[in-house]
């Protein structure tokens, strides 16, 4: 008996003993952070965070996600509050505040009678979609699996970077199927496609996509593509066929459609054609049918291209050579810990969460555009090749110039020479000449203001990626400022947005047209940088709108909307003067300055969501906290960056304040809470905050830079703590709360000491 009862002990040692696994980057993302449209506790202007939940690779061509709606301001395709699934796409766009597009080749597996309608929310049963729980859906950063209540399918999801791979768990059922809608778009319907039965294991087609039938801003956004796939079946295609909706002559088709009851009857009686090899319509769908016994799994692998049906089939070969969906979802999670590793945090378990998913969140989108042979689709609508970049797309230039792009000079300096090399190509292409202001799938979709390239260009040429035409793009800047510009009185007409935003990227080119030898150029755009100046009112002492002739436009107060701002009252947008903050504080009086600074912050709302005072879930504010720094009170930079990381983010679905916008809202987290972020981007140097982060390193790419890693150590860092005491760079004292990006590249540590009353 006492030898029994040893050997029990020991077992439990054993066990007691047994190492846990470390946790990976990978590991903290949780993708259901920011998947909503919808916030249930408070009304926003925008919505929430409107990103994805499904798989993807770092900066991968295809996102493989679950749909829950299509129709209505849903643009990444899914939200959290919705009850029912329509299928599962292969790309999809994140964190759009407009209308958004993509959504392409959506999938579907059923059981029973063929249903080639979606159904509706109300009446789930009337369609093909199912319902679904959160209780049975599971979103990792490499896997997305779910459970379709309905059919009893488990489906998971697993993404290479051009292609992807689904595999389904059945029920008994005599006919099984996999169900694919070729006309699926979110924003709209794709307006034509085509269906082909290559063999008894595989299709191929496309679907072409214009503004007629919706899309980006339901069709505003110009958006005009075509997807190509080429899909495999791991069962034989033994009992397929097509349907098709026959589409009256003036029938709209654009993202109204999709709520759209009299649309609906011609879907549902969409003519089916079994074993049809070859189709090219309007509205067209494929399916493969087949028994189940319990248990039985049936995958799909699918290639996707923006050239062509070939260039999908040269994906899928690169990317997937088996069936083995296992091995994709393990390679994918590979290359996720390989790009989240450039960064390493030490800090809380729920930071951490919160940072490698916005790690994760920003590293999305500029997307890969070529394929895997370096064709890709020219702003001219023919095929090129790249030479030693990646054809990249979506670049949702308002948002992503004032975080995004800056955090990504430091982590992922390859990734923004090749956009730059990308907006070079679009704008030498399309013939214009000029950077595009929100490009998506090389269309110039005009969404948003001022000339965010032409920042995004200055930021990076001056932190030393320089790998394009450098003469070309100081060119195409020069056009683009000088295509959309203020007045030769320095103002626009109409709109006090434009007016700063304009002055802005006038200074960025000037610092471009210095670095060129342009003397004289650049000293006009230096005084076209001033035209803030233009636009500050005396009498009601505030920026404020300007209309043709010189009058201001009539004055409501500086909190109120819609008085020439975008997205923004003349409260927040007053504030954006980054590139001269010494001449605003000047133009407003130190005192003044300092005042409606901390009245702009005191006003908030409590945990940062949508308000008339500073505004966290929109970008106009994004470099305002940091903006302390320059006055005689630096310590409420570091006490309000502290407090909009700990309140504005969290780890549940309602985790993002407001759009993602294709990584900025992440990027601002990420800079924020490593202690660092830019007022001014175009400008070397970063503002100096208060840590979350007990410790972060940064791995350096050596190509671009020297320093091995750059190290930043928070001592006494606590939740009660956020006070800077004392600063440090490679054990020297630094006498100031702002630091250089060669200081950063060139490795080293920066070293705060922290305490909990601001150091006087």
């Known amino acids: 008996m006492k030898n029994i009862v040893v050997l029990f002990l020991m077992a439990l040692l054993a066990v007691s003993c047994k190492q846990v696994p470390e946790k990976t980057p990978a590991d903290y993302v949780n993708p259901i952070i920011g998947a909503t449209t919808f916030d249930e506790f408070k009304g926003s202007f925008h919505g929430l965070g409107k990103t994805f939940p499904g798989v993807c690779t770092p900066f991968g061509l295809v996102q493989l996600s679950p749909d829950t709606k299509t129709g209505g301001d849903n643009g990444s395709g899914y939200s959290w509050h919705h009850k029912t699934i329509e299928g599962f796409s292969f790309t999809h766009m994140s964190g759009v505040g407009w209308y958004g597009d993509l959504g392409n080749f959506l999938v579907m597996p059923t059981t029973g009678e063929l249903k080639t309608f979606k159904g509706t929310e109300e009446d789930p049963d009337s369609g093909y979609r199912s319902r679904y729980s959160h209780e049975r859906e599971d979103a990792k950063v490499h896997k997305y699996t779910v459970m379709l209540d309905d059919y009893q399918i488990k489906t998971e999801l697993a993404a290479a970077p051009r292609s992807g791979m689904i595999r389904f768990t059945y029920p008994k059922s005599d006919v099984s199927r996999i169900q694919i809608d070729l006309s699926r778009r979110i924003g709209g319907t794709s307006t034509e496609q085509y269906v082909e039965v290559v063999d008894d294991h595989t299709i191929k087609g496309w679907m072409k996509c214009t503004p007629e039938t919706g899309g980006f801003g339901n069709g505003d956004g110009n958006a005009n593509y075509i997807v190509y796939f080429y899909c495999c079946f791991d069962r034989p295609l033994k009992n397929y066929g097509v349907w098709s909706v026959d589409i009256p002559e003036g029938v709209a088709r654009k993202n109204a459609s999709n709520d759209d009851p009299a649309y609906y009857e011609y879907v549902k009686n969409a003519q089916v054609t079994p074993m049809q090899k070859k189709a090219q319509g309007e509205h067209l769908g494929f399916y493969t049918e087949f028994p189940t016994e319990e248990g039985d799994q049936a995958l799909l692998k699918c290639g996707i291209s923006f050239v062509s049906m ?6 899928l070969q ?14 994918s999670y590979e290359k996720w810990n390989q790009a989240l590793s450039g960064v390493q945090v030490e800090g809380t378990e729920r930071n951490k969460v919160l940072f490698y998913t916005s790690m994760y969140h920003t590293m999305i989108d500029p997307r890969c555009f070529s394929d895997v042979d370096g064709a890709y689709q020219g702003a001219d609508g023919k095929v090129h090749h790249t030479g030693d970049f990646v054809y990249r797309t979506i670049f949702s230039g308002w948002d992503v110039f004032r975080s995004q792009f800056p955090l990504q000079t430091i982590i992922n300096p390859r990734m923004v020479n090749d956009e730059i090399n990308s907006l070079i190509q679009i704008a030498e292409l399309s013939g214009r000449k000029y950077f595009s202001r929100w490009e998506f799938l090389n269309s110039y979709s005009d ?6 390239a032409v920042s995004v260009l200055a930021d990076a040429y001056h932190k030393g990626i320089r790998n394009y035409d450098v003469k070309k793009a100081v060119e195409y800047a020069v056009n683009t400022v000088e295509t959309f510009s203020n007045n030769e009185d320095g103002y626009t007409p109409g709109s006090l947005s434009e007016t700063l935003e304009y002055a802005y990227t006038d200074w960025c080119a000037s610092t471009l047209l210095h670095a060129m030898g342009n003397v004289e150029q650049a000293k006009a755009f230096e005084k076209k940088a001033k035209a803030y ?20 436009l009539p004055w409501k107060g500086k909190k109120v909307h819609d008085q020439g701002c975008v997205e923004s009252n003349n409260y927040q947008q007053g504030w954006f003067v980054p590139h001269d903050i010494e001449g605003l504080i000047e133009l407003m009086g130190k005192d003044y300055f300092e005042q409606e600074l901390e009245a702009f912050f005191e006003g908030a709302d409590e945990n ?5 005072y500073y505004n966290h879930p929109n970008e106009p504010d994004h470099h305002v906290p940091f903006m302390f720094n320059y006055t005689s009170k630096p310590w409420l930079t570091q006490y309000w960056t502290r407090g909009i990381c700990e309140r504005a983010y969290n780890e549940t679905v309602n985790g993002l304040c407001g759009n993602e916008d294709v990584g900025q809202m992440s990027a601002w987290y990420i800079l924020a809470s490593m202690g660092f972020h830019p007022v001014c981007p175009g400008s070397p140097r970063y503002e100096i905050t208060s840590p979350v982060f007990d410790k972060v390193t940064l791995n350096l790419d050596k190509e671009y830079y020297d320093g091995r890693t750059f190290t930043i150590i928070a001592k006494n860092n606590s939740p009660e703590n956020v006070y800077i005491q004392s600063v440090s760079l490679n054990g020297k004292p630094l006498d100031r709360l702002w630091i250089t990006h060669d200081e950063i590249v060139s490795g080293g540590v920066l070293e705060f000491v922290l305490g909990s009353e601001p150091k006087q």
Request: hydrophobic content about 35%; aromatic content about 18%; some cysteine.
């Open 310 to 315: 070939e260039g999908a089939y040269k994906n």
């Open 533 to 552: 100046r233009e636009v500050w009112c005396d009498s009601v002492k505030w920026f404020r709108t300007r209309v043709e002739g010189g009058g201001w």
């Open 318 to 331: 690169s990317d997937i050579t088996d069936w083995n969906f296992d091995a994709v979802s393990q390679r």
């Open 608 to 612: 940062f969501m949508w308000g008339d």
């Open 447 to 452: 969404c948003m203001i001022g000339n965010p």
